[in-house]
């Protein structure tokens, strides 16, 4: 080959294929920006990137691309929900370095969404970024309660929770929520399991109250109850 080509023209040419290259993965982006772009253009473009991702749902690089198509429409919603998507594939490919820098993008154009920053607080979670984590999820628990959406509620709260153990007021919150939704059992579960931590520091007087609680919502605990009335005695 090099005998009908010198080195310099092949060097040339593998320049070119991969100049090509490159002007093809840009091109898609230089659409979206270029406002000459026709709508119809991008509708095409959006429904070939759709099918790319029926081929391969985990295929970033389309969703990425979809994403675009779709802010570039004014789709925000959409896009958002195309975002979490991407963060939850690039979790699970153990990339959550990735995932936190498209939920940020997430979070700065929808931050009244409790799912979104619920998503957001559970990629810190997983890079055990307790600060950031617990944030978002504070976050989350408040839009739920504001959505009067008790079952997610809880569901971000027990995440704080578990970032923090020692937020005491937090326990009390989440085992009344638990109780209000009728699920008396777990809450008394939460009740007899704070009740047990605050014993262990010396907080008698905390105890009592939460003791109380427990007993409350599961009255078959007939130790605890002795325990109660003993302390009662003293």
Same mark, same amino acid.
């Given at each position: 080959?090099?005998?009908?080509?010198?080195?310099?023209?092949?060097?040339?040419?593998?320049? $070119?294929?991969?100049?090509?290259?490159?002007?093809?993965?840009?091109? /898609?982006?230089?659409?979206?920006? #270029?406002?000459?772009?026709?709508?119809?253009?991008?509708?095409?473009? @959006?429904?070939?990137?759709?099918? %790319?991702?029926?081929?391969?749902?985990?295929?970033?690089?389309?969703?990425?691309?979809?994403?675009? %198509?779709? &802010?570039?429409?004014?789709?925000?919603?959409? +896009?958002?929900?195309?975002?979490?998507?991407?963060?939850?594939?690039?979790?699970?490919?153990?990339?959550?370095?990735?995932?936190?820098?498209?939920?940020?993008?997430?979070?700065?154009?929808?931050?009244?969404?409790?799912?979104?920053?619920?998503?957001? $607080?559970?990629? *810190?979670?997983?890079?055990?970024?307790?600060?950031?984590?617990?944030?978002? *999820?504070?976050?989350?628990?408040?839009?739920? %309660?504001? &959505?009067?959406?008790?079952? #997610?509620?809880?569901?971000?709260?027990?995440?704080?929770?578990?970032?923090?153990?020692?937020?005491?007021? $937090?326990?009390?919150?989440?085992?009344?929520? /638990? !109780?209000?939704? !009728?699920? #008396?059992?777990?809450?008394?579960?939460?009740?007899?399991?704070?009740?047990?931590?605050?014993?262990?520091?010396? +907080?008698? +007087?905390?105890?009592?109250?939460?003791?109380?609680?427990?007993? @409350?919502?599961?009255?078959?605990?007939?130790? /605890?109850?002795?325990?109660?009335?003993?302390?009662?005695?003293?």
């Amino acid at each position: 080959v090099e005998d009908r080509y010198p080195r310099r023209q092949l060097r040339g040419a593998r320049q $070119g294929v991969v100049s090509s290259y490159h002007v093809r993965e840009r091109s /898609l982006t230089s659409q979206v920006a #270029n406002p000459a772009v026709s709508r119809n253009e991008r509708r095409k473009k @959006f429904a070939e990137t759709v099918a %790319l991702i029926r081929d391969d749902p985990h295929d970033v690089r389309a969703r990425l691309s979809v994403i675009e %198509l779709l &802010q570039d429409e004014g789709r925000t919603d959409e +896009a958002v929900e195309e975002m979490m998507r991407v963060a939850a594939v690039y979790a699970r490919r153990g990339v959550p370095i990735k995932a936190v820098a498209v939920m940020r993008t997430a979070v700065k154009l929808r931050p009244e969404r409790a799912d979104v920053r619920m998503a957001y $607080g559970e990629v *810190f979670e997983k890079l055990k970024m307790v600060d950031d984590a617990a944030r978002e *999820f504070r976050a989350a628990w408040d839009l739920y %309660l504001v &959505q009067n959406d008790v079952g #997610n509620g809880l569901e971000a709260l027990g995440h704080l929770l578990g970032l923090d153990p020692d937020f005491v007021p $937090g326990h009390v919150v989440f085992a009344e929520a /638990l !109780g209000r939704a !009728g699920r #008396n059992q777990q809450a008394a579960r939460v009740f007899r399991s704070l009740a047990e931590h605050l014993m262990s520091r010396g +907080a008698a +007087a905390d105890w009592e109250k939460v003791a109380e609680r427990a007993v @409350f919502f599961d009255p078959s605990d007939v130790t /605890l109850a002795h325990d109660l009335a003993l302390h009662y005695a003293r």
